[in-house]
């Protein structure tokens, strides 16, 4: 039975296109309308706080303007789009395989040379493992970085630590990026270790815009 097994069949692929405009700013995605029982495949859906964290960056477009961006846990990619309307270079990264494809699948569709995708597995991957590529498959090295985004990705309890792992990885190389967070608030559980974790790994955390169940936080880092 086993021998037979193919996950490949539970696997949905079967992609829609959705249409997202804020503001005159447009953008048109792949991605799933409902979630995968695999919570290592909610990358394949847009969720509330990736649609509030792209708003949150059209209306704050100067912040962004000719800067380099990372995206953690990017999923479909649409936060890491909407800054490329803005921004420099984006560098758009995921750990699972197959959200990666539909990732590159995005930026292809985007065809802007200015953004990047690779695989960065938190607490595991190391920043200067991360070969990042274009639709051209042209590579991009992080020499520099004015911002870490991304958009619910403290859900998990399990993925807090690794998250905060590789948030200080890349603070210490780039000390001077800015990290922001867009979070729903899904589990008491989640929220609690995301704002206890963080004094852990010296970051102070702070809510820099606010809706009902949604915060963007800004993460800095706590002095010595």
């Known amino acids: 039975m086993e021998e037979n097994f193919e996950p490949g069949l539970f696997l949905n692929t079967d992609y829609t296109v959705e249409k997202w405009e804020y503001k005159g700013v447009e953008e048109e995605v792949y991605c799933l309308k409902s979630a995968q ?3 290592d495949l909610t990358g394949q859906v847009i969720w509330k706080a990736a649609y509030f964290l792209s708003e949150y960056i059209v209306d ?7 800067k380099t961006i990372l995206e953690l846990g990017a999923g479909v990619g649409l936060c890491g789009l909407v800054a490329a309307h803005f921004a420099q270079t984006i ?10 494809d539909l990732l590159r699948r995005n930026i292809t569709q985007s065809a802007r040379d200015k953004v990047f995708t690779g695989k960065l597995d938190w607490g595991k991957t190391s920043l200067a493992d991360l070969n990042a590529t274009n639709h051209k498959d042209e590579a991009h090295e992080l020499k520099n970085l004015d911002f870490i985004i991304g958009a619910d990705i403290v859900f998990w309890p399990d993925s807090i630590a690794p998250l905060y792992i590789t948030l200080r990885e890349v603070k210490a190389a780039f000390p001077r990026c800015r990290i922001i967070i867009s979070a729903y608030s899904r589990s008491a559980l989640s929220d609690k270790l995301f704002l206890s974790k963080a004094k852990e790994f010296g970051f102070n955390v702070s809510v820099i815009k606010g809706a009902e169940m949604i915060n963007i936080y800004e993460l800095e880092t706590i002095e010595a």
Do not use: G
């Open 37 to 39: 029982t695999d919570f």
């Open 60 to 66: 704050n477009q100067e912040l962004f303007k000719d």
């Open 91 to 100: 560098v758009l990264t995921d750990h699972h395989d197959v959200v990666l």
